[in-house]
């Protein structure tokens, strides 16, 4: 099955100097890993220089991440630009009658299919760059966290609810002495 994500960069493969853009609307519906709460919104423009391809663009959009102290639910408005570049080999076929110009494909994790841009794979690798590792809610690391206290305080609700886990605890091996 084709891709319907593929833009077909020939038009400025085979023609250096001339700039192409595309407007891109995708929810990234193969992404498990980020909740967006609206879809990824920007453009993306592209001009060969020969023997590079530029790839330039701007994004931005919205997701649900989890606080990184408390596991509280964060929203986050994400804005980011990419600029990529690609080596290209092969002669123009605007200077070439039985040649044309071909992004170099790469192995490990390919952005292209022939001359076409998988666009979401590379949304996909910049919206996980821009993705803050360790995103904190309001209170930060030191304030006192409401959301962090609920949780201690379900924690030790369960452990008083359950008298046999503290026995476990006591029964558990000790670890060998060396
Ligand atoms: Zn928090």
């Known amino acids: 099955m084709r891709r319907n994500d593929l833009w077909d960069l020939n038009e400025a493969l085979q023609h250096p100097g001339k700039k192409v853009a595309v407007d891109i609307v995708t929810e990234l519906a193969e992404e498990a890993d980020i909740d967006l709460l609206k879809p990824i919104e920007g453009y993306l423009e592209a001009v060969s220089t020969g023997n590079l391809l530029l790839l330039t663009g701007e994004f931005k959009t919205k997701c649900v991440v989890e606080c990184a102290r408390c596991g509280g639910p964060l929203e986050i408005e994400l804005d980011f630009k990419m600029e990529e570049q690609f080596p290209v080999e092969g002669v123009p076929s605007i200077y070439s009658h039985d040649d044309y110009a071909r992004v170099v494909a790469e192995e490990d994790y390919p952005l292209f299919d022939d001359n076409n841009l998988i666009v979401e794979a590379l949304i996909r690798q910049g919206l996980l760059t821009e993705t803050p590792l360790q995103p904190l809610c309001q209170f930060g690391w030191d304030g006192p966290c409401p959301e ?19 026995l476990s605890e006591l029964l558990q091996p000790e670890e060998d002495a060396e």
């Open 148 to 166: 962090a206290a609920k949780r201690l305080a379900a924690k030790a609700l369960k452990e008083q609810s359950h008298p046999l886990g503290k």
